[in-house]
Nanobody, 121 residues
């Protein structure tokens, strides 16, 4: 059974940083691309960042480029999202998601329960 458990969210002031983590189990982590997806209040799900199975390919949505970095540790079956220079518009629930193949930046098959990120002064 695929399990994805996010952690690291919280309340942060504009300009601050957070690092999200996603502990995974129940599948061969090193085989699948992974994504971070977010949902802001009243809005739909938005893919934020994606990484290939071995970590060699990454992408981020334009609104977070230069501020967010996705990474993974296949030895620990863990996905990360480093978020710097946070803005109020980054406020959302952030979900870890399992891609449907070695690389996917738009399609996922499973996602976790999410972790709340609130950017406010």
């Amino acid at each position: 059974q695929v399990q994805l458990v996010e952690s690291g969210g919280g309340l942060v002031q504009p300009g601050g940083s957070l690092r999200l983590s996603c502990a995974t189990s129940g599948f061969d982590f090193s085989t699948y691309g992974m994504l971070w997806v977010r949902q802001a209040p009243g809005k739909g799900l938005e893919p934020v960042a994606a990484i290939s199975n071995a970590g060699g390919t990454t992408s981020v949505t334009p609104s977070v480029k230069g501020r967010f970095t996705i990474s993974r540790d296949n030895a620990k079956d863990t996905l990360y999202l480093q978020m710097n220079s946070l803005r109020p518009e980054d406020t959302a629930t952030y979900y870890c998601a399992k891609g449907d193949s070695w690389w996917s930046n738009t399609v996922w098959t499973n996602r976790g329960q999410g972790t709340q990120v609130t950017v406010s002064s």
